[in-house]
């Protein structure tokens, strides 16, 4: 079983759609949680931290249920240049050694 | 401008030598990592280190060497021993054991 799962996807949903990503984790030691943004042929940019409270971003909110052991990502009113991959990412486990493990990741395309 | 630097962008080499991977920061971040993606594929963590002097082996380290004698350096060298050493290669760090890691622009490996 990988460490973190995600659904490739790809998700084909029209400008002004809400869309929602899974994610889940299979180290319930985990300490730190992310979604990370990456375009095409570039670098993995940082879109948000994950909070066991959830946290909102403009149009996207992030959620973690720890017991689950499960992230979600909820991005409303779709623009164009929302169309990249989603990746979640998981920090830490057991012993805390930082070891940083990406999912691999969601595609979402926004048409017009 | 406080970063991380990777060079050189693109790569191209011949099958059977070594090959290193330059990564800088200059944001004085402890945690140093080394990710490799194929197209369409997620990222794989190759080597990361949490401190100076120190690493520890990702998901994929066979072929590959680290060393970590500075804190802004963490430089990846390819051996002749991957097998398949044609990928995006991608170094980011951290703050920490548990903030956010922030990546480099990636080194285009091609090997012929």
């Known amino acids: 079983r990988k460490e973190v799962e995600q659904d490739p996807g790809p998700f084909n949903v029209p400008e002004g759609a809400t869309v929602a990503f899974n994610c889940t984790y299979s180290?319930?030691?985990?300490?730190?949680f992310f979604w990370y943004r990456q375009d095409c042929r570039k670098e993995p940019k940082l879109l948000m931290s994950?909070?066991?409270s959830g946290n909102e971003d403009g149009r996207f909110t992030a959620q973690l249920n720890r017991a689950s052991q499960y992230i979600s990502l909820l991005i409303r009113d779709s623009k164009l240049s929302d169309s990249a991959t989603y990746l979640c990412?998981?920090?830490?486990?057991?012993?805390?050694?930082?070891?940083?493990?990406f999912g691999q990741g969601t595609t979402l395309q926004v048409k017009p | 401008d406080g970063g991380i630097t990777q060079s050189p962008k693109y790569l191209f080499r011949k099958e059977g030598q070594n090959v290193t991977l330059s990564c800088e920061q200059n944001?004085?971040?402890?945690?140093m990592y080394w990710y490799r993606q194929d197209p369409g594929q997620g990222l794989r963590l190759i080597y990361y280190?949490?401190?100076?002097?120190?690493?520890q082996k990702g998901d994929i380290a066979e072929g590959y060497s680290v060393s970590r004698e500075k804190k802004e350096s963490f430089p990846l060298t390819v051996t002749s021993a991957q097998k398949n050493p044609t990928a995006f290669y991608l170094c980011?760090?951290?703050?920490?054991?548990?903030?956010?890691?922030?990546f480099g622009q990636g080194t285009r490996l091609t090997v012929v």
């Open positions: 980011a760090s951290s703050q920490d054991r548990n903030t956010e890691a922030f």
């Open positions: 180290n319930s030691a985990s300490q730190s």
């Open positions: 994950v909070y066991s």
């Open positions: 990412v998981v920090k830490g486990g057991s012993s805390n050694t930082g070891k940083l493990i």
């Open positions: 944001l004085n971040h402890d945690a």
């Open positions: 280190s949490q401190i100076v002097n120190d690493f």
